[in-house]
C-alpha cells in the first residue's frame, strides 16, 4: 500500500475514533452547543424588543435576523472547545505517546481532531440554525450561490478555530487547562458585533470589536444570508482564517512533533 494510501486510511481511522467518542459521550458537545442556544433565545424573548429599538428595527423579527449569523458563528467557537479538551486528554493519558511507538501515519491523529470536530461544528450550526428558523428567523433573498458561499465560510471559519483549539490543547497541561485556554473563542464573539453594530460601542472599545476574527466574519454572514452591504468584510474574514488556519496548523504540528521528555 502506497504512503497516501496509508495516510488516508489512517487518518479515516482517527476520525472515526473521534466521531465514535463524540457519539459516546454526547454530554461534552451538548453542554458546549447550549449556551449559543440559550443566547439566542435570552437575547431574542427578553431583550429582542429593546435590542431591536438599538438597531434601528420595527420589531423583534428584525433582530432576530440581526443575531442568528452571529451566534451560528458563536456555535462554532463554541464547539471546537471540546477539541482542544479531547486532544489534551488524548496527551495526558498517554494516547498520544502510544500512538508515536506504533506505525501510524503520525499526522492523522491531529488530522482525525480537526476533522471530526469541523463536522461537529457544522452539524451544531446547522442544529442552532433550525432554532433560529423555528423562532422567526428567514433568508429569503439569499440566492443558491450565496447559500453556498455561506456554508464554505462556516467551514473555512470552523477549520481556522479548531487547528487554534487543537493546539491549545497540546500546550495544556490538562484537559481543565486546556477548556479555560479555550474560553477566548466563546467571549471574542461577546465583544464583536453579533448582537450590537460594532459603531454603537463606545469609541475606545470600537477598534476591539472590529479589528478582531468574529466581527468580519459575520458581517460577512450576514450579507450572505441577509443581503446587507459586505464591502471589504469577505476579503478580511476570509485573510483571517488562513492566517489563523497557517499559526494554527504550526502551533499544532510543531508541538505534536516535539519529543517527549
Not at 134 to 163: C, K, M, N, P, Y
Not at 203 to 217: C, K, L, N
Amino acid at each position: 500500500m502506497s504512503c497516501p494510501s496509508l495516510a488516508v486510511r489512517d487518518s479515516r481511522t482517527m476520525l472515526r475514533r473521534n466521531l465514535l467518542h463524540a457519539r459516546r459521550y454526547p454530554s461534552g458537545t451538548l453542554n458546549l452547543l447550549l449556551t449559543p442556544i440559550m443566547m439566542l433565545l435570552l437575547f431574542v424573548y427578553i431583550f429582542g424588543d429593546v435590542m431591536s429599538a438599538g438597531i434601528g428595527g420595527a420589531d423583534r423579527s428584525d433582530y432576530i435576523a440581526y443575531i442568528v449569523p452571529g451566534l451560528l458563528l458563536m456555535t462554532i467557537g463554541s464547539t471546537v472547545i471540546g477539541a482542544a479538551v479531547y486532544v489534551s486528554m488524548d496527551m495526558t493519558e498517554g494516547l498520544i505517546a502510544r500512538f508515536r511507538t506504533m506505525a501510524v501515519y503520525r499526522p492523522s491523529v491531529l488530522i482525525g481532531h480537526v476533522v471530526g470536530s469541523v463536522l461537529q461544528s457544522v452539524m451544531s450550526v446547522v442544529l442552532v440554525g433550525a432554532v433560529g428558523v423555528a423562532i422567526g428567523f428567514r433568508s429569503t433573498d439569499a440566492t443558491a450561490l450565496e447559500w453556498l458561499a455561506a456554508f464554505g465560510l462556516i467551514v473555512l471559519f470552523a477549520l481556522a478555530l479548531t487547528w487554534i483549539a487543537v493546539g491549545m490543547g497540546l500546550a495544556s497541561p490538562n484537559p481543565e487547562a486546556a477548556s479555560n485556554m479555550a474560553m477566548p473563542l466563546i467571549l471574542l464573539p461577546l465583544v464583536s458585533s453579533a448582537f450590537i453594530p460594532a459603531d454603537t460601542m463606545p469609541g475606545w472599545f470600537q477598534p476591539i470589536a472590529e479589528y478582531q476574527p468574529f466581527t468580519p466574519a459575520i458581517e460577512t454572514l450576514r450579507g450572505l444570508l441577509l443581503g446587507t452591504e459586505i464591502g471589504n468584510n469577505g476579503w478580511i474574514a476570509i485573510a483571517w482564517c488562513v492566517g489563523l488556519i497557517a499559526l494554527g496548523y504550526r502551533w499544532s504540528t510543531t508541538q505534536f512533533n516535539r519529543d517527549p521528555k
